[in-house]
């Protein structure tokens, strides 16, 4: 008989025991769990953290919003194998990769970066005990909730705008976390998500007035003030917001408004009258529960939101100094005054 190790359904059973006991040790934990306290009382978030997952943000129409045994067993190795692939020595004698059109990667044959370079997590998010299929629980269907007719037709006319120019006339067209001004994707936020590739690390320190957040994505530091807001004058939205915090019991409640609106997320500005709230509850001596909401009725039709866990990192948060460190830029704009010159010399005629 072929030992249970090494038996799919045998898998399936001991991972369906697996998930039922820690979903009860995990609501045990949370039910009796108190958090350690800080010197003047405040519950302790400081320390490294990572929110890297395999769930995505949102789930495909008709989904259940918990991942059975069978499909977390299927998300997790399926990583696992191909991190293993991925991650294996190459052939020196092999035959050059196809060359391919990603607009990222020059060759998408060799997918960018071999897999030992990305770190987009192991495991599915597991909030309260359930395994996640998204990380958008609001509105129930785990989907972003579409654009309002406004937001539309600010798409459009930014669309129309950015075509006027050449993708490398000047330094403003290129994109914020190329010049080392805020992170890929949304990693430092609000709402602070996985860019589902590598970075997702956080270290938080506290006193008695202020919260800091950097995420190790292009260094970004939010800060946020506690006690009664002082807010920003409209038209001043710094980079991240302005952000206020309060507690209410264990858990951090952070208000966001004024936010930049060259930071837009998803591609969209938010409004003036935008606010993303954020709750950041310690569960468990491993665990922070981040849950958000973004209220922008400019943009959608809809207030939408979700949670995503974030582990303890026993590891440390690294510097990061990737695009500063090279000419990139300067050097993707001498090119293109180059090309500039020479277009303009009309060729010799030839004999």
């Not at 260094?219 to 952000?243: C, K, M, Q, T």
């Not at 609106?261 to 001596?285: H, I, L, Q």
Request: glycine share 8%.
């Amino acid at each position: 008989m072929e030992p249970i190790r090494s038996c799919p359904a045998g898998r399936a059973l001991i991972l369906v025991v697996l998930v039922l006991v820690g979903a009860a040790g995990t609501a045990s934990a949370q039910a009796g769990w108190q958090p350690p306290r800080t010197s003047w009382g405040h519950p302790d978030l400081q320390g490294n953290w990572s929110n890297a997952t395999l769930t995505p943000l949102t789930r495909s129409a008709g989904q259940s919003a918990v991942l059975s045994a069978a499909e977390v067993e299927r998300i997790e190795s399926g990583q696992a194998a191909l991190v293993e692939d991925r991650a294996a020595p190459s052939d020196p004698n092999r035959a050059l990769p196809p060359g391919g059109d990603n607009p990222v990667c020059i060759d998408s044959g060799t997918t960018c970066y071999n897999e030992v370079y990305r770190d987009p997590g192991e495991r599915v998010a597991v909030v309260r005990g359930e395994p996640r299929a998204s990380l958008v629980t609001r509105p129930a269907d785990g989907r972003v909730p579409p654009f309002t007719p406004q937001a539309q037709r600010l798409i459009a006319d930014l669309r129309r705008q950015s075509t006027q120019f050449g993708e490398y006339d000047h330094p403003e067209l290129r994109p914020l976390a190329e010049r080392c001004i805020v992170s890929f994707g949304s990693s430092a936020g609000p709402p602070m998500l996985p860019n589902y590739w590598y970075n997702n690390n956080y270290t938080i320190v506290q006193n008695e007035d202020h919260v800091l957040i950097m995420a190790e994505m292009v260094h970004d530091v939010r800060i946020i003030r506690l006690g009664e807001p002082n807010p920003l004058p409209a038209g001043v939205n710094p980079w991240f917001g302005d952000s206020w915090g309060r507690w209410e019991g264990n858990t951090l409640v952070v208000e966001t408004r004024n936010m930049n609106p060259d930071y837009a997320y998803r591609g969209v500005p938010y409004s003036p009258n935008a606010k993303v709230t954020e709750r950041f509850t310690r569960t468990d001596a491993e665990t922070i529960i981040y849950e958000f909401t973004i209220d922008d009725p400019e943009v959608y039709t809809q207030p939408w939101g979700g949670e995503v866990p974030f582990r303890a990192l026993h590891d440390l948060v690294y510097e990061y100094s990737c695009h500063e460190g090279n000419y990139a830029l300067e050097g993707v704009l001498r090119g293109a005054r180059f090309e500039e010159g020479t277009e303009s010399v009309a060729p010799a005629p030839r004999e």
